[in-house]
């Protein structure tokens, strides 16, 4: 295990950690782009999607190369990767925000989840969209799209640095998605972003619970030391 490689522990606090709050807290250390823009989930999720990247990039089809048969054998670009994506990896697919050929379609989201993946997220269009927002598998893109990846897209390079709804993608990186969008959270700071997102979300709950409870927001959030108390004793409750 390297030093950057999230823990068991970290994982299980970013599944309870909104995009929101993530997005919060890495813009404390400096970090103002790193949600993905204008992807959205195919499905709600119960709870947010946690694994590293695996990437696949695509540049413009070229009428000579993309044609029918290229999917043919077993070193199509795109066919290769989704039979590479370690399971509890999130594939992050780079289609230079073109939704206007599929990206991927039902069969190999399919083909993802049955291999253990976490999650499959691109900037462009998943094909078979209402199957995949069925399968209770997390997936996000920007719309629907019918036509073939052949069409707009030709796959090139795995599991290199890509860029997705302009956020630069390193393999390896963490992969954070909730009903909301995705976050991708730089390898390197996850184990110490991972803590302190799960405390601030702790903290959120009880400032949500004050305010239906009719309390104002001043002295509350942010919090002031009589807060701070309050919230001191009430943090052993939530968990």
């Known amino acids: 295990m390297t030093s950057n490689a999230l823990t068991d522990e970290n ?27 204008d ?7 119960k709870e947010s999607v946690v694994g ?17 048969s290229s999917f043919e054998g077993t070193s199509h670009p795109q066919r290769r990767a989704v039979e590479d ?20 379609g039902g069969i190999l989201v399919s ?6 993946c976490a999650g499959v997220v691109t900037d462009g ?10 399968m209770g598998f997390p997936a996000y893109h920007n719309r629907p799209s019918a036509p073939t990846n052949l069409i707009r897209h030709h796959a090139l390079d795995i599991n290199a640095p890509i860029g997705c709804g302009d956020v630069a993608v390193y393999p390896g990186d963490i992969v954070v998605g909730d009903s909301e969008g995705v976050c991708i ?46 919230f001191a004793k009430w943090r052993p409750s939530w968990s």
Do not use: W
């Open 11 to 37: 994982r299980r606090k970013l599944r309870r950690v909104s995009t929101a709050t993530l997005t919060t807290a890495l813009f404390k250390r400096g970090f103002r782009n790193q949600f993905i823009q």
């Open 39 to 45: 992807v959205r989930p195919l499905a709600p999720l």
């Open 52 to 68: 590293e990247a695996f990437t696949l990039r695509y540049i413009p089809a070229r009428e000579d190369l993309d044609v029918l």
């Open 85 to 104: 994506c370690p399971p509890g990896h999130v594939m992050v697919i780079d289609s230079r925000k073109d939704p206007r050929a599929a990206s991927a």
């Open 111 to 116: 083909r993802l989840m049955q291999r253990g």
């Open 125 to 134: 269009g998943f094909r078979d969209s209402p199957e995949i927002a069925e």
């Open 185 to 230: 959270v730089p390898a390197h700071i996850a184990n110490e972003i991972a803590p302190e997102a799960y405390e601030q979300t702790a903290y959120e709950d009880f400032v949500a619970e004050r305010v239906r409870g009719g309390q104002g927001i001043f002295g509350l959030y942010p919090a002031n030391e009589e807060t701070k108390a309050a």
